[in-house]
């Protein structure tokens, strides 16, 4: 297949590329800055494109968004992390349809449930209440608007995504090896995290099963409580965990961020990737834990 991928210099999608590359796909990579390589197309995510560019194209990944828990979610930030997500999904979403592209992957985020405490959500689950599941809503909205009756538009609902390279991991290692690890807040909450390994895999699965469409939920198959991933992240890095960072102190640090991000969660289930048939290389957590961590050993 010929793959666009908007988004391709995030943790996701510098693996994605390399991955697709390994199994046979040609990979076009989608930059806002000056082409430097000829697998490089230049675009603007603030004006059209011109559907000539993915007239070649089998499927359109779009990955872009600008990180939620980088700073504060004052009114600005919170209108630009939206912009970051609409924006270039509706620019990507008129162009795939007018250049009558077959597929179109689109980021989501299991914020799109809320914080559903200890009950489990699928795919079939509805949308949630607070900033994260109103802006998940609008950006699906906004993938599925310009498709097509023939496209095919899958909204990949991730979860935390583990990898050394990026995300949160890299900053929680040092703290853990310290034995500064703790839980936070009352610790109940649910972690629906899932491998660099595997998301990359459960991609590669979606563009290749055309029964997979709408909203599919990218995360390991058992979700953990943030308590069960402190011990499981004790253990594998074989050091004591027993702070506890109070709910109030988190608020008072990252604001509104630490009431949907930190302290509030999702029990989600990759409903419809199993019953594809998918198969996770990390079933639990404590699996894609300690392969994470002996990877970064060896780096």
Same mark, same amino acid.
């Given at each position: 297949?010929?793959?666009?991928?908007?988004?391709?210099?995030?943790?996701?999608?510098?693996?994605?590329?390399?991955?697709?590359?390994?199994?046979?796909?040609?990979?076009?990579?989608?930059?806002?800055?000056?082409?430097?390589?000829?697998?490089?197309?230049?675009?603007?995510?603030?004006?059209?494109?011109?559907?000539?560019?993915?007239?070649?194209?089998?499927?359109?990944?779009?990955?872009?968004?600008?990180?939620?828990?980088?700073?504060?979610?004052?009114?600005?930030?919170?209108?630009?992390?939206?912009?970051?997500?609409?924006?270039?999904?509706?620019?990507?979403?008129?162009?795939?349809?007018?250049?009558?592209?077959?597929?179109?992957?689109?980021?989501?985020?299991?914020?799109?449930?809320?914080?559903?405490?200890?009950?489990?959500?699928?795919?079939?689950?509805?949308?949630?209440?607070?900033?994260?599941?109103?802006?998940?809503?609008?950006?699906?909205?906004?993938?599925?608007?310009?498709?097509?009756?023939?496209?095919?538009?899958?909204?990949?609902?991730?979860?935390?995504?583990?990898?050394?390279?990026?995300?949160?991991?890299?900053?929680?290692?040092?703290?853990?090896?310290?034995?500064?690890?703790?839980?936070?807040?009352?610790?109940?909450?649910?972690?629906?995290?899932?491998?660099?390994?595997?998301?990359?895999?459960?991609?590669?699965?979606?563009?290749?099963?055309?029964?997979?469409?709408?909203?599919?939920?990218?995360?390991?198959?058992?979700?953990?409580?943030?308590?069960?991933?402190?011990?499981?992240?004790?253990?594998?890095?074989?050091?004591?965990?027993?702070?506890?960072?109070?709910?109030?102190? =988190?608020? *008072? /640090?990252?604001? +509104? $961020?630490?009431?949907?991000? #930190?302290?509030?969660?999702?029990? @989600?289930?990759? %409903?419809? =990737?199993? *019953? /594809?048939?998918? +198969? $996770?290389?990390?079933?639990? #957590?404590?699996?894609?834990?300690? @392969?994470?961590? %002996?990877?970064?050993?060896?780096?």
């Amino acid at each position: 297949m010929r793959v666009a991928i908007a988004g391709s210099s995030g943790l996701i999608g510098t693996a994605l590329v390399a991955a697709l590359r390994a199994s046979g796909h040609d990979v076009v990579r989608m930059v806002r800055r000056a082409t430097h390589a000829p697998d490089e197309v230049r675009w603007d995510p603030t004006t059209r494109l011109d559907p000539d560019v993915l007239g070649s194209t089998d499927a359109v990944i779009n990955l872009c968004g600008a990180s939620i828990g980088d700073r504060r979610w004052t009114g600005e930030y919170k209108q630009e992390l939206r912009d970051s997500r609409t924006g270039p999904t509706e620019v990507l979403g008129e162009a795939a349809a007018a250049a009558g592209v077959g597929t179109v992957i689109n980021a989501s985020a299991v914020g799109y449930y809320g914080d559903t405490g200890s009950a489990k959500v699928d795919e079939s689950s509805p949308a949630g209440e607070g900033f994260l599941a109103s802006l998940c809503e609008e950006w699906e909205a906004t993938a599925l608007r310009h498709a097509n009756p023939g496209t095919r538009v899958a909204c990949i609902r991730t979860g935390v995504v583990l990898s050394r390279a990026g995300g949160m991991l890299p900053k929680l290692i040092p703290l853990y090896k310290l034995g500064l690890g703790g839980r936070l807040g009352d610790g109940r909450q649910y972690f629906p995290w899932i491998s660099l390994e595997d998301h990359v895999r459960a991609v590669e699965f979606i563009l290749g099963n055309p029964d997979l469409h709408g909203p599919v939920n990218l995360t390991g198959p058992a979700p953990v409580t943030n308590a069960e991933f402190n011990r499981a992240f004790a253990k594998a890095t074989h050091r004591p965990a027993p702070w506890i960072v109070p709910g109030f102190a =988190l608020k *008072a /640090a990252v604001g +509104e $961020f630490a009431s949907e991000g #930190i302290l509030g969660g999702q029990r @989600a289930i990759p %409903a419809k =990737l199993e *019953a /594809a048939g998918f +198969e $996770f290389v990390h079933n639990t #957590i404590r699996e894609a834990l300690e @392969a994470t961590l %002996a990877r970064s050993s060896q780096s």
